[in-house]
Nanobody, 125 residues
Framework: QAQLVESGGGLVQAGGSLRLSCAAS????????LGWFRQAPGKEREFVGV????????YYADSVKGRFTISRDSAKNTVYLQMNSLKPEDTAVYFC??????????????????WGQGTQVSVSS
């Protein structure tokens, strides 16, 4: 059974950086889009960004564009979220997700068929 496990969350001061990792097991997602989402307290889960199967294309929410970078290592079946210039409003539980439905690059139609359990990121002012 496919499983996604995030790690790397924590507490950081505003302006700082964190790198999240998401390791997949149970199946390979080398041909699938992988994405990151986040959910702040009292808010709905929101899209952060997505990366193509090759890693050559990425697409981000406007709120994180220029500050966050998604990358992947298909050999390790792992996707990363590098977060720089963090702001207090970035505080949330971050989830990785895999699109198990679509092949190819469809960033606007990403469908999260698999979810990780989430990792907490807290940014202090």
């Amino acid at each position: 059974q496919a499983q996604l496990v995030e790690s790397g969350g924590g507490l950081v001061q505003a302006g700082g950086s964190l790198r999240l990792s998401c390791a997949a097991s149970g199946r390979t997602f080398s041909t699938r889009m992988l994405g990151w989402f986040r959910q702040a307290p009292g808010k709905e889960r929101e899209f952060v960004g997505v990366i193509s199967s090759s890693g050559g294309s990425t697409y981000y929410a406007d709120s994180v564009k220029g500050r966050f970078t998604i990358s992947r290592d298909s050999a390790k079946n792992t996707v990363y979220l590098q977060m720089n210039s963090l702001k207090p409003e970035d505080t949330a539980v971050y989830f990785c997700a895999a699109d198990g439905t679509r092949l190819g690059w469809w960033p606007g139609e990403f469908k999260a068929d698999y979810w990780g359990q989430g990792t907490q990121v807290s940014v202090s002012s």
